[in-house]
């Protein structure tokens, strides 16, 4: 029978992080944890995080960074390691990135595996929503994150990409990926986009600046005024830097009334109005 490793990794994420690992554990036969700060400039956001995931030896294994002293390639190095260290990283297996801002319903996580390994696919192509200050508001994409293992000398480049071997999607057309990326910290988000490339090296990547310009001021009372602000610093009509996150027809927000994942309600976060303000800077 086909396994699924699940690669986490987290840092300043002591809110998130045993949700995470409960979800992973659930979904995945093998869980593989990095905690650790791929540069130097996110180590003072060190919390609890590492003490929570300790809570659940044996039953993961926690491997440590591989720190270049740049994020995109101390990720990908971070991710080979985990990924090479689980028994099940096999030909014919798959691995799940399943970070800690990521979460599935469980009955949709089956099935997700399910078509992956019902047929000649290489990787499984799903719906995301990226979550806007709340739980009650998103923005819509597609991603991959489920990959099945067609060469065993396969490695991951930076920043976390699998670039080859994926010519063969199934795409998934249930509920997909609840992504809350924008709901964690973002003075942590920000000093890791300073390290995320090569090209933005001088720390002025357009995620600090789009953070620091939007985001953190939006008001969803006001989203016209703040797309029109988001237009004049970067060109598109949306709340987001880019235009590949998709909001609805007028440039807004898309309404979410629905359940989460139940380890997300479990722990009560559908019902904060605002994470931004759950936050402060060092």
């Known amino acids: 029978m086909s396994k699924v490793i699940g690669l986490l990794s987290a840092w300043g994420a002591e809110e998130w992080t045993e949700l995470a690992i409960k979800q992973a554990l659930k979904i995945c036969d093998d869980v593989v944890l990095n905690v650790g700060p791929y540069a130097p400039n996110v180590v003072p956001f060190r919390d609890n995080t590492e003490e ?9 294994r926690i491997v440590e960074s591989e720190s270049t002293g740049q994020h995109n390639t101390s990720k990908a190095a971070t991710l ?9 990283h096999k030909v014919g297996n798959a691995f799940w990135v399943i970070d800690v801002d990521e979460y599935y319903f469980e009955d949709d996580a089956t099935l997700m595996k399910d078509e992956l390994f019902g047929g000649d696919y290489t990787h499984v192509v799903h719906d995301e929503k990226y979550f806007f200050i709340n739980m009650q508001h998103y ?20 920043t976390q ?12 057309w249930g509920p997909g990926e609840h992504h809350y990326s924008a709901l964690m910290n973002p003075y942590v988000k920000k000093e890791v986009w300073k390290t995320e490339s090569r090209s933005h090296a001088e720390l002025y990547h357009p995620l600090v600046h789009w953070t620091d310009e939007v985001y953190l001021k939006y008001e969803l009372d006001n989203e016209d005024y703040w797309n029109r602000r988001n237009k004049a610093l970067f060109g598109v009509l949306t709340p987001f830097w880019k235009g590949d996150m998709a909001a609805d027809e007028n440039g807004r927000l898309y309404h979410y009334s629905g359940p989460h994942p139940q380890v997300i309600e479990d722990a009560g976060l559908p019902q904060i109005p605002d994470f931004r303000k759950r936050y402060n800077p060092l």
Do not use: C, G
């Not at 929570?52 to 993961?60: D, G, Q, S």
């Not at 990409?161 to 998934?172: E, I, L, S, V």
């Open 80 to 88: 080979n390691k985990m990924l090479t260290t689980s028994p099940y």
């Open 161 to 172: 990409k699998w670039a080859k071997n994926r010519d063969k999607p199934y795409r998934h």
């Open 52 to 60: 929570i995931a300790k809570k659940f030896l044996p039953h993961i």
């Open 139 to 158: 923005l819509r994409h597609e991603r991959t994150r489920l990959i099945k293992i067609v060469d065993i000398d396969q490695r991951f480049k930076p």
